[in-house]
């Protein structure tokens, strides 16, 4: 193997140049082959370089032919001894620019001392092909001039350069051969067009066979193949049928460009955008509307950067409630996807999907809609990171809609949906082919409401203000409490999520059966006035000949008669609240109740009696382990109708003291 650091080989020529060759010449003196000098030699001109000083200065780190190597990329140059050194590429590089590769022309004259033809411009366009890069002014007649040279375009570029106007302060590399320009590597466009008139650059099938750089604005490009990257940093940028081999960078995100021809980059009208393009690129800012934008054509829309869309300010309070016309964004019929987008809903209804649309939602926030966040009619979603807030009736609604014939299907693979009402189908329009499909995460559980044929809720969390039963693994949701206890078996239990419960009559519980708050849950008395004043109707809850609990309840009496036990119950109570009500909070008539954590407040007979009734012959039995009653009467018995059957008792913590006062039994902590 011979001493030289990297190998020289020949770079691409066209078919009508002379193949130049390039020796390397062996030390005459040598026992092995040393080289001793590098010759270039094509058509009658030949350049030899001295192979010692060559090698010397590569290796030396204060040298300019080292600080050349390193700074200025020569394409193939390496330290090691496999690599390459393609005579076009290191020519090309010395040759290009004088005043940013001085140290070419340095090189040269240091190293070339021994050749006999001077190595310039002139000479190696003589030579072979060489690629220069410069500013480039388009001329007439199918020429340009790029540093003070003017030169011919070739036939496959000359649409390229078609426009004067796009190669105002553009840049070129191309590749020249005999003062022809045979190939363009690379374009760099600044000047920019308006939205009344764009600057096209209509290439007629011709290829850049490197990058593009867009920075102007409002410019349309067509009919070019990017054999490299195509750069966008201006707005508004219009592609039509054009190839992008490597990839389309916009701001910092790169995108995979080999199966879409037809796409812009905007930071204007989105509406005219997706009318018009089947990708579009929007870049960062916020975005008003006017009126409903309806997508009816397949198109992707994605964000670049932080994008928000929403209805312009002056048009929400006016933006109506007509079907058709009432949400932000609708896609209809459509192959479409929304890709990292924040949708600020305030003044309309969302997103719609509605009539076979094919949408997919990557990384979309959807807030503050009057009704739905997203509605799904008729139409198949797919959802990825999908995060809703604020939006009046809930995140997800899917439901055929009227007219419609085709499934709804919604598939959300993650995302968080922060409303109380996460994903429902209310079930109508539900038919053998308009049928309804979620699929959702684990940790959603899919509820059905009581009576109601095809209305679902699915939901990681208890919906508000609504009791649920579940048996045999299925959950089943009533839209009333007093429902719920209607429809309870034996041995169930009522699980009240988060919320106020009204009740326009006594609430009674009869069987074996506990009601469980899942959260802030009051159970409140509505409209006292019309409350009946009878026995055996006028409480808030009576509890009658069963085995009860409730925990993690409130009951507001608001002007009504409290909680009654009545006649062999046995009710447990735990961090229960009883307030508001016209007699006794809590009262215990020939029954056993055990209070654990009891709360009462404004009660105005006091806060617990306990007394066996009229009629009643069983023991009257009430004990509290813990609690707070904050009435002047805390617990206290009247004596009336106490047999040796009917008897009373009652424990309380230490702190209460038994008195009597006139034949009334009083425990008090006061």
Known sequence: MNKLPYKVITGALVASMVTPAIVATPHAQAETNEIQSITFEADDSTVEFAYDEFASAIFDESSQTYEFVSNHKINGIGMDQDTYVKYDDFANEMLSNEDENRNAHTILNDLSDKKETTFTEDKVKEVKPYTTTHSINVLSDNKVEMNGYEYTLGKNVQSIFSNPKAFENAKASVRVEDGVITKVNELHLNASGSAENPLVLNASDATVHGAVHVAGNHVSIKGLTVAGNLQVEGSNIEASDVTVEGQLKIDSASYEMSSVSDFAVVDQNLASATAEHGMIFVKSGSYNIDEQWTISKNVTVIGVGEVSVQATADK????????????????????????????????????????????????????????????VNGSSVQATELATSGNAWGAVNVDPGSGVETASTFTMNS????????????????????????????????????????????TTEPMPNTASITQNGETTLYQSLTNAVDAAQAGTTIELAAGTYKLSEQLTLEKNTSIVGEGDVTVQAEDARNWSEANGSKHLLLVSGAEASVKNVTFDAAGTYGVNTYAEVDLTLENVSIQNSKGAGLTVNGSTVEATNLQTSGNGWGAVNVDPGSGVTTTSSFTMNSGSLNEEAQVWSDGSNVTQEADVQVTLPEAFKKKTIEGTQIWTTK
């Open 415 to 458: 995302g968080s949906l922060n409303e109380a009402v996460q994903v429902w189908s209310d079930g109508s329009n539900v038919s053998e082919k308009a049928t309804v499909s979620v699929s959702l995460p684990d940790a959603f559980e899919k509820q059905a409401f009581a009576g109601m044929e095809n209305r679902y809720v699915w």
């Open 316 to 375: 929400q309070a006016s933006w109506g409630n007509a079907n058709g016309a009432k949400h932000l964004i609708s896609l209809q019929g459509s192959e479409a996807t929304l890709k990292n987008l924040s949708i600020d809903a305030i003044g309309t209804y969302g997103v719609n999907t509605y009539n076979q649309a094919d949408v997919t939602l990557e990384n979309v926030q959807i807030d503050n809609g009057q009704g739905a966040a997203l509605t």
